[in-house]
């Protein structure tokens, strides 16, 4: 049965009958946690659309060094060089939490952008609102603390991720911080301090947001802010926690 429906938030705010046209050429698939869905340089022969689950765009130096340079969910969609009409991918794409992800084919897709005005017009926009969040990572990482930045990223999660505990290893917190896993538990450690974070085994759960945004600072929130001026909003409230 083809796509009629989707809970993705960038294919949502496209015109009503636009989207009605669009969907029937995605089909729906399944991604899992650790997925490596392409790696550098790899042909980018479908675009996706999450509805589901949280993803990283990892940037890999040549001695095999891993480091996060931006992060999507249901907000988003990838590979955002498919956009700018480039057919290999920039980085690798690393499924930190699985879920349902709607896909289309590279061609189909280009032909797509040709016929809609609108949706090229939003995936423009988008693709700007990815830039921002790379440079936001890239300031975060050389201006902030490993504290600052590790709540800036569980910011991130928590607004693409249903409830308030996230599934996420230690491995994987390293490599979105750019940083050892042992100074990842130390980071931790003080967040759990201040009150802002439960961590048990393999599992963050989010006490108090508020917290987390006042120890982020201004690490966390200009990205977030431009997405929801030109597209819509997506972010949770501060009230989004166990207090």
Known sequence: ??????????????????????????????????????????????????????????????????????????EGMVSTASVLNVDRAPHELLVQVGGPWLRIGAEAFRDALRISPALHDLLMRYTHTMIMTVSQTAMSNGAYSVEERLARWILMAHDRLEGDELALTHDFLSIMLATQRSTVTLAIQALEGYGAIQARRALIIIRDRGMLCDLAGNSYGPAEAEYERLIGPFRKTVAASHG
């Open 1 to 74: 049965m083809g796509v009629t429906s989707t809970r993705n938030l960038l294919l949502q705010a496209l015109p009503p009958g636009e989207l009605e046209q669009l969907l029937p050429q995605f089909e729906r698939v399944e991604v899992q946690k650790g997925d490596i869905l392409w790696s550098v340089g790899d042909p980018l022969d479908f675009v996706y659309f999450p509805e589901a689950g949280l993803s990283s765009n990892v940037a890999v130096t040549g001695e095999g060094r891993r480091i996060e340079v931006g992060c999507f969910g249901y």
